[in-house]
């Protein structure tokens, strides 16, 4: 432990106010629940293969806008937009949040005492927030190139990029760390300001929610790989008979 | 009622006087006795046992703030800690995280204190023109009263600002206690600063957008002050603030 548990050396009368601060702490809140309530809808999107190779295929058709194409089928190239989007969005998010890192040494250590000392189950939760969006940093990305240099959708499609491609491996790391941040994150974020007050019945809900969306996402994560340790290469996309 | 227990107090000794010194846990052993408290049982030790223990009191009735040390792993009142809450009949103490270190579990949140209050100014700025301690204040609405009061309950005691890991992290972060007693004088319509002079003051990353709401201040504070509430609202009425400048 430090045993200087250092006070802050005179502290700096200069305190001036900074718009910058405020623009961001705004801009990470707004940008947060944007990807939060992305990422509901995302993995239940996603998880429709679970009522068969035919709903999910309705669902990516209604949404590459199926109705608008010659060909019925939609165009791949609204996955890319959305993907250019979320990664500008992801972007913003990481960029004003990484102002909270404990960046130097110093800062770690002090965190880590600090939390060796006190037990506080929200600064806990909080603390696995920091480490998985430590780890969304680089993971996120990844899963969005993949999604704008290829971006086909669909059940043996998906299939295929989920087993043969190898994807599951990062799927399985990406899906706990992404529930688990962002659920926290919106917990977080709704109190932070002021919008709900009830704070025990709102944690239970996140804590459901992260279990709920854990179970979905794998088992979405399991039908995917049935569906392509079935196909054989080159796989011809699926098209409802 | 069973025979009483033995407690055994694992306690944080160092102190930075002493050339040579080196940090280290102390056990001691003490027969508990009928409401007895993390204070009593530490003056008993300090008569009986050690009389080289460092640590602060001075009201014994939790008014003070001055007791205030990690028990257990929760930062809280010695004075207002009973020993009998404890089912383990081993209790550990250690000095508030976050304070120069007096010695053992003495730390000098006094100092920090005074250092936040000059920095943020929290003391009532009235109106330039009611200089005449003569004229009679102005009667204060009985719920604004009660408003203020709510927030004045603060003893000072440092648990908000220890159990913050946002505090630690940046030095310079004015933690709840500060953000609380700018509240205090945001509510008070004798005081004639404006919501963009707070502004100035807590708008910034080591005041109120700082703050990543991790809760420590809310759920230890011996007090019960709503700091989430109040820092919310801060949070809003700063950005609100900077919208409308
Ligand atoms: S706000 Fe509560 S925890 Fe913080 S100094 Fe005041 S009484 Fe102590
Ligand atoms: S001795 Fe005054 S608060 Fe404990």
Redesign the interface.
Known sequence: ?????????????R?????R??????LQSATGIMLGCFLLVHLHFESSILLGKDAFYHVVQFLEGGMFSATGHGYPWTSQIISLIMLVVVMVHAGTAL??F?IQLG??R??R???Q????S??RL??WQLITGFGLFFLAPVHLYDMLTDPSIGPNLSAERVYHGGLWILYIVLLPMVVIHAMLGLY?VL????WI?Q?TLLRKLTMIAIVYLLMLGLASLAAYLSIGAELSLPVTPYTPS | MSAARTLTFSIFRYDPQTPGDKPKMVSYQLDETPGMTVFIALNRLREEQDSSLQFDFVCRAGICGSCAMVINGLPTLACRTLTSKFEHTTITLMPLPGFELIGDLSVNTGKFMREIAERLKLWLHPSSDDKDIHILEEPMAPEEAARLYELERCVECGVCVSACATKQMRETFVGAVGLMKIARFEFDCRDNRSADDFYHVIGNQDGVFGCMTLLGCQDNCPKDLPHMQQIAYLRRKMTHALAIS
Do not use: C, E, Y
């Open positions: 432990m430090t045993i200087n548990t250092f006070v802050p050396n005179p502290i700096s009368p305190v001036l106010g900074h718009r601060s405020a623009i961001a702490d705004q102002r909270r404990p800062q770690w002090a965190l005492n600090q939390q000392i006190i037990k506080h929200d600064s909080w603390f977080r109190l932070k300001w002021g007050n704070r």
